[in-house]
T-cell receptor
């Protein structure tokens, strides 16, 4: 049983560069979430997908951020023109939800730690 | 607005004693409450949950209590073990919506 995997684990970039993270959810899970966590804070919701459809985006997600889940399996999160304030742990989670019901139990990956210099 | 609050940034407990982690919330419409545990360099892992229609849920050494009138929940760990040392996040969910997390409490269990 493979859990949620995220790649890379760490990313160091210079301000103004673009970065892309990948998330592979648990294979039978139809929902995929992106969260961001900064030091001393809990995870903050960014966006989520049900299959390939992006159903909700947080106002935290500026237009420099874009997420895709093209085939309803893996997802990518891209940040364009990175800023120092983007430095955080980016967490991906997945769950299995039937219809419009929400399965409250999310399974998280180990995250991608982004450092913008 | 912070809908889920964990007011204690850290807690230190002796091995074998009880650990009590607290959480307050402001939204009375939450349907479910969850606790997650997080070790360094790992993602949060689900620990225990409770529906808003219940006031207690127990799973081994872990018990979660919900007081809806006070909008308060707590996680009890008995007996505490050194391996329980981690960051504990309280989270809340309204059906059809996403999980909202508190800021976390660092638990240190001393042997």
């Amino acid at each position: 049983d493979t859990g949620v995997s995220q790649d890379p684990r760490h990313k160091i970039t210079k301000r103004g560069q673009n970065v892309t993270f990948r998330c592979d959810p648990i294979s039978e899970h139809n929902r995929l979430y992106w969260y961001r966590q900064t030091l001393g804070q809990g995870p903050e919701f960014l966006t989520y997908f049900q299959n390939e459809a992006q159903l909700e985006k947080s106002r935290l997600l500026s237009d420099r951020f874009s997420a895709e889940r093209p085939k309803g399996s893996f997802s990518t999160l891209e940040i364009q023109r990175t800023e120092q304030g983007d430095s955080a742990m980016y967490l991906c989670a997945s769950s299995l939800s039937l219809g419009m019901a929400t399965n409250e139990k999310l399974f998280f990956g180990s995250g991608t730690q982004l450092s913008v210099l | 607005d912070q809908q889920v609050k964990q007011n204690s940034p850290s807690l230190s407990v002796q091995e074998g004693r009880i650990s009590i982690l607290n959480c307050d919330y402001t939204n009375s419409m939450f349907d479910y409450f969850l606790w997650y545990k997080k070790y360094p360099a790992e993602g949060p892992t689900f620990l225990i949950s409770i529906s808003s229609i219940k006031d207690k849920n127990e799973d081994g050494r872990f018990t979660v209590f919900l007081n809806k009138s006070a909008k308060h929940l707590s996680l009890h760990i008995v007996p505490s073990q050194p391996g329980d040392s981690a960051v504990y996040f309280c989270a809340a969910l309204k059906y059809g919506n996403k999980l909202v997390f508190g800021a976390g409490t660092i638990l240190r269990v001393k042997s």
